[in-house]
Nanobody
Framework: QVQLVESGGGLVQAGGSLRLSCAAS????????MGWFRQAPGKEREFVAI???????YYTDSVKGRFTISRDNAKNTVYLQMNSLKPEDTAVYYC?????????????????WGQGTQVTVSS
């Protein structure tokens, strides 16, 4: 069982930055692939980024070059550094976890989810 708790959301102007954190319980954090998803009002939850157990990362096209996912296995924490934020980045951001292999682009493939943190980007 893994519990995930996100933090770091807030209100920021376009062009600004935020860093989200997701703290995980348990002693096997390094064995989990950690993903970030987001859900805007009236839209489906969408994949943002993933950090694999071996350190590789992958991003959806709309955030490449602006967002950076990283993890600190010693702290059981995954981060999402978000720069050059745009109003269209406004959403509730969720972290999620699962052990590979799984269909990592699909929300239903993740076993564990955090409660979400609101990110609002004003124009």
């Amino acid at each position: 069982q893994v519990q995930l708790v996100e933090s770091g959301g807030g209100l920021v102007q376009a062009g600004g930055s935020l860093r989200l954190s997701c703290a995980a319980s348990g002693r096997t954090f390094s064995r989990y692939a950690m993903g970030w998803f987001r859900q805007a009002p009236g839209k489906e939850r969408e994949f943002v980024a993933i950090s694999w157990t071996g350190g590789n990362t992958y991003y959806t096209d709309s955030v490449k070059g602006r967002f950076t996912i990283s993890r600190d296995n010693a702290k059981n924490t995954v981060y999402l550094q978000m720069n050059s934020l745009k109003p269209e980045d406004t959403a509730v951001y969720y972290c999620a976890a699962n052990t590979p292999p799984f269909n990592w682009l699909v929300p239903n493939a993740y076993d564990y989810w955090g409660q979400g943190t609101q990110v609002t980007v004003s124009s």
